[in-house]
């Protein structure tokens, strides 16, 4: 996210990230599209796939993460991890998929160009992240562009992404993760539902919206200044 610093109230303005969302949704995916590209994957119509994207290495928690959802996973066949993305954990990953016996459930797509991401998500039903390195993620906005609501690991960089019990949850531990993700992946009405409130908050992260409240900051900054600068720090200011 873009921080506005000012020194001498020593205090930020945080500016949410933005998406080119015209650029990355590009167009709607038919439902022949849809299946052509769950069938490349050996996904079938009953799966219910859960997305991770981002960097395959240590510092995301992907070995945590497929600890969380292997539980999942072996109470459920149609239950699938789509794992999209590239890094140092990528073979250890498959490795574990092996150990677990989750082979057959399990989809690793190496890396993948961006503009190629968005169909990705249409295919999939639930975002899930275990990582606690992040600033303001892009791929839970991208995600919720595409209807795709998320559960995460607590931590204040999703604060303003996961509006909890309306687009996802955020878990206090990775145990409460594999709880949270049986309950809504096997609740249907709440998926729907929680679907629908992603694309409801995902039009906050617009690109246009990001640079309207950067402006519109910089245009108070010159207004405050020097005086009134602590009223920057009104939380309604930017809305």
């Not at 989809?107 to 990582?131: M, P």
């Amino acid at each position: 996210a873009w921080v506005a610093r000012v020194t001498r109230c020593r205090n930020t303005r945080i500016i949410p990230n933005g998406i080119d969302m015209a650029k990355f949704k590009q167009k709607p995916m038919t439902k022949e599209e849809l299946h052509e590209l769950r069938a490349k994957y050996h996904l079938t119509p009953d799966d219910k796939i859960l997305i991770f994207v981002g960097r395959i290495g240590p510092e995301k928690r992907v070995t945590e993460l497929y600890n969380a959802v292997s539980p999942v996973m072996k109470k459920n066949k149609h239950v699938k991890m789509l794992f999209v993305g590239d890094g140092p954990a990528h073979e250890s990953l498959q490795k574990q998929a092996v150990e677990t016996g989750l082979t057959e459930q399990t989809v690793f797509t190496g890396f993948v160009d961006w503009k190629e991401v968005y169909r990705l998500y249409s295919i999939s039903n639930l975002f899930v992240t275990a990582s606690l390195s992040e600033v303001h993620p892009m791929t839970l906005i991208e995600a919720a562009i595409c209807g795709v609501p998320s559960i995460a690991r607590r931590d204040d960089s999703y604060l303003d992404l996961i509006e909890e019990g309306k687009n996802g949850y955020l878990a206090n531990s990775d145990e409460e993760m594999t709880e949270l993700i049986e309950n809504l992946i096997n609740d249907d009405a709440k998926l729907h539902s929680f679907s629908q409130e992603a694309l409801r908050i995902s039009q906050k992260f617009s690109a246009e919206n990001h640079v309207n409240r950067m402006e519109k900051l910089y245009q108070k900054v010159l207004e405050l200044y020097p005086a009134r600068l602590n009223d920057l720090w009104n939380e309604h200011l930017l809305d």
